[in-house]
């Protein structure tokens, strides 16, 4: 059952995941703890995913702190909620990393997805096989950053990814599948047999 049951290469597989509007309710340019909410049933879904043997990690842009919005430690703080959200669900994220960079404050850098350079120090860092994991986002960005460090990408419809599905289909990368939510990619990427792409 899914990806994570061969070990094809060298590392663990890993589930890259956007957080919010993909596993938090999208809150722009959250920085308040107290306003973490869970896409409903991405708990379960995380839980399901640890069981199968994938690695979980975060990888988030916070232009926020460029723009002098919030700074890294409130980030952290919002990470910290999000860990006491899941921890009645029995899981946990492995790992959050987060490009606090806007091109507009700090100039271009190779961490703001669609760069990839948040899941390659991931995959450095934590022993990761990146042809075997994949990038959960609710924007282009989002996958395009997985597709582009080596990973498969599936984009929900949560968040910004139903309008972004709508308006720039057609600058998704080929091969990414669109699901309704966290819990539906999990679903499909656990799946006995893979479906073919819904696009």
Partial sequence: MGA???????????????????????????????R????????????????????LVVVTNQGGIARG???AGDVDAV???????LAPCGVQIDAFYTCPHHPDFTGACSCRKPEPGLLQRAA????????RSYMIGDT??????????????????????ADQFASRRESLPAGVTPTPDLAAAVGWLLAPEEPTSQR
């Fill in 4 to 34: 994570a049951r061969g070990r094809s290469g060298q590392g663990a597989p890993a589930l890259f995941l956007d957080r919010d509007g993909t596993v938090c309710e999208l809150v722009p340019y959250l920085h308040e703890p107290g």
């Fill in 36 to 55: 973490v909410r869970l896409v409903p049933g991405s708990g379960a879904a995380l839980r399901a995913a640890r069981e199968a043997g994938y690695r």
């Fill in 69 to 71: 919005f919030f700074t």
């Fill in 79 to 85: 990470h910290a909620a999000v860990q006491a959200a």
């Fill in 124 to 131: 450095r860092e934590l022993d990761l096989d990146l042809q």
């Fill in 140 to 161: 282009i960005e989002d996958v395009q950053a997985g597709v582009r460090a080596g990973c498969k990408g599936i984009l929900v419809m949560t968040g910004y990814g």
